[in-house]
């Protein structure tokens, strides 16, 4: 039996920082802290945003600033209660959510 969950997802410059930290690291600690069930950082090879300029990691076009994706599941009303204080952090960038169904969590 499926569990109702949320996805979050946030996308951010790998140069963007927080606290003295990598944005993405900050999310990560932040996250579990809060007792978010999971959370993934993922540097994404090519990418742009409302900003439309273009990050891309091909060698001769090296860029410093690669998007990061913070991939975030858990139960509705946990994603819900973060929202606001994620928004808060995230200077710019991208966060959305979306309902998902979790057939499998961790061990049986």
């Known amino acids: 039996m499926a569990l109702q969950g949320k996805l979050l997802k946030i996308y951010v410059g ?3 920082r927080y606290r003295d930290k990598p944005l993405y690291q900050y999310l990560i600690r932040w996250l579990k802290e809060k007792g ?3 959370a ?4 994404g090879i090519e990418g742009y945003g409302k900003d439309n300029i273009l990050h891309t990691a091909r060698l ?3 860029s410093s600033d690669l ?5 975030v599941v858990d139960r509705n009303e946990k994603i ?3 929202l606001p204080e994620i928004c808060r952090i995230v200077p710019k ?3 959305f959510s ?8 961790g061990k049986d």
């Open 93 to 95: 960038g991208l966060v």
């Open 80 to 82: 819900e209660a973060i």
């Open 60 to 62: 001769l076009e090296l």
């Open 67 to 71: 998007p990061i994706v913070l991939e």
């Open 98 to 105: 979306t309902d998902v169904q979790i057939h499998k969590q």
């Open 36 to 38: 978010i069930s999971g």
């Open 14 to 16: 790998e140069s963007e």
């Open 40 to 43: 993934t950082a993922s540097r």
